[in-house]
């Protein structure tokens, strides 16, 4: 009886090389999975499933893993305003492992005897694949072709060929990776240090020119309306978002970031929705928490952002921090305007109930209700009192 192997499936050139070596080579019986976070049309799944079945998989299985890759991670990048290197929305690195979760039950749902990804040796998947495998499903043999055998496209290719399999083996330019927190673009721009994406390069192109305004409805940290528009859930939101801002060609950047394995990449990305909403909604933090909930916030969501780039988000610090920010959105509620122009876009201002700007207490820089002028120079003299002893206490030796 044949073992079996549960390949992640992506439809492309290692993926469709891994099911014909498998099936041909090493005589296992192939379950393909693709794992939908966001980046693929119901069109573009079908191709996929009939391609996998072309290439004689036992089965293949489609998961749509969208709302919960959300519940389980993006909404904590939002409830963190977490953006790599102060650039990047984690836009692929999160996906990655939400896909090999979900690889990983299906692994244990049919009992499988090994586990397979396309990944190479040269990047940052293959570590949060293997990782992820390892602490779910250990004992579960692991096999990656491309990374072991170090094989080249063309030796990939032609391997298929003589199997006759037809597919387009034609590689683009650049290579794009969609899904709901944004894309990433890849080319030879980004091989080296120096280098823009020409406009032809961005998967999505420039075509409103008129400044438009959009409003965005926060409850608790989440975003449940554009417009006036509501939604039962936060990706309906975002997508509906992306819809609306992407033409304005906005959130394009390139990423420069370490690597997992210790070497530097950079990246292209085009992350409209996932940038309007991160600086919408720390705009609103800024205006509903305290000082200290926001010093605490950054630093936290910085590691938060690295540990889960690296992979890490099994490591039970992530449910700890996930539970601060959870903690820390109870008053973050309210609408955030944003003018939206073409290749950029501003903030121009919140209204929440919880807003801690309230004229009640006093306006910055005018005038105050909740202390007098006699209060002040108490204050001014306790709390600045510690130093002064310091700078006394340092004089008088000084002076010896």
């Excluded at 030879?188 to 438009?212: F, R």
């Excluded at 950029?344 to 919140?350: D, N």
């Amino acid at each position: 009886m044949s073992k079996k192997v549960v390949i992640g499936f992506s439809g492309g050139l290692d993926t469709s090389y891994c099911v014909k070596y498998f099936t041909n080579e090493l005589n296992y019986e192939v379950h393909s999975i693709i794992v939908n976070t966001g980046g693929f049309s119901k069109e573009e799944l079908d191709q996929i499933a009939q391609h996998a079945k072309m290439l004689g998989v036992a089965s293949h299985t489609t998961v749509d893993a969208t709302k919960s890759y959300y519940d389980t991670i993006v909404k904590y990048l939002v409830y963190g305003n977490v953006l790599k290197n102060n650039t990047y929305p984690l836009s692929v690195s999160a996906e990655r492992v939400s896909q090999a979760l979900h690889i990983a039950e299906h692994v244990k749902k049919i009992d499988a005897d090994a586990v397979a990804h396309g990944s190479t040796g040269a990047g940052n998947d293959q570590v949060r694949f293997d990782m992820i495998f390892h602490i779910m499903i250990p004992g579960v043999e692991i096999i990656t072709p491309i990374r072991d055998m170090q094989l080249s496209r063309q030796e990939e290719i032609d391997y298929l060929k003589s199997k006759g399999v037809k597919m387009n083996f034609e590689k683009s330019v650049y290579s794009i990776n969609k899904g709901l927190w944004g894309t990433s673009v890849g080319g030879k721009e980004t091989l080296s240090s120096n280098g823009m994406l020409p406009e032809e390069a961005w998967p999505t192109q420039l075509s409103k020119y008129e400044p438009e305004q959009v409003k965005l409805h926060f409850e608790k940290g989440d975003l449940t309306g554009v417009n006036d528009k509501k939604f039962e859930h936060p990706v309906a939101a975002i997508q509906h978002l992306q819809q609306i801002a992407g033409p304005f060609a906005i959130g394009r950047d390139v990423h420069v970031g370490d690597t997992i394995i210790g070497i530097k990449g950079r990246v292209g990305f085009e992350a409209a929705a996932a940038m309007l909403i991160i600086k919408g909604h720390h705009a609103l933090e800024k205006n509903v928490l305290t000082k200290w909930q926001l010093t605490l916030k950054s630093q936290l969501a910085d590691f938060y952002g690295n540990w889960l780039h690296e992979g890490q988000l099994l490591d039970p610090v992530m449910r700890d921090i996930e539970a601060f920010f959870t903690s820390s959105q109870q008053n973050v509620t309210g609408d955030v305007f944003i003018q939206l122009m073409p290749y950029r876009f501003q903030v121009t201002g919140i209204e929440s109930p919880f807003d801690l700007m309230s004229s009640k207490f006093g306006k910055y820089g005018e005038m105050n209700t909740g202390w007098s002028g006699q209060d002040v120079r108490g204050f001014s003299k306790i709390f600045g009192n510690q130093t002064a002893i310091y700078h006394a206490v340092k004089n008088s030796v000084d002076e010896k």
